[in-house]
């Protein structure tokens, strides 16, 4: 009697538990892929976010305080070479779903990432 249940329900058992760790490596695998994924899409955001802030540098932090009587940027200066980088970041973004991500940063967020980008320098 033991025999056959084990005969009959031990294939159906080994295809259930078959079918789980199948299920279980594919999450596994889709979540890697997407963090992966995530984390490349981060990283080219924020290099086309450091090329932004070189290309304001060149072209207008460095006119702005030489033309400055203190040499500093002033408040309205400092949002125009933040929008300038922001804006140069959005159209050099590589794929639209970089250029969706730097679209989707805070003016915060902006002023982080650009403020570490600079203490880098």
């Known amino acids: 009697m033991l025999e056959m249940i084990v005969e009959t329900f031990l294939p159906m058992l080994l295809s259930i538990v ?14 890697l892929v997407k963090k992966y994924g ?7 955001a924020l290099e086309a976010l450091r090329v ?3 290309h304001a540098q060149v ?6 305080k030489r033309a400055s009587e203190d040499g ?7 949002r125009e070479a933040l929008d300038m980088a922001w804006a140069t970041a959005i159209d ?26 600079l203490d880098r320098k």
């Open 18 to 31: 078959g079918l789980v760790i199948g299920t279980l490596i594919s999450i596994i695998l889709a979540r």
């Open 38 to 44: 995530e984390d490349e899409l981060w990283s080219e």
């Open 52 to 54: 932004g802030v070189d």
């Open 59 to 64: 072209n207008f932090v460095e006119w702005a």
């Open 72 to 78: 500093k940027l002033h408040k309205d200066e400092v």
């Open 92 to 117: 050099i973004a590589k794929t639209p779903e970089v250029k969706k991500l730097i679209q989707s940063w805070t003016k915060e967020q902006l002023e982080s990432f650009v403020q570490r980008i």
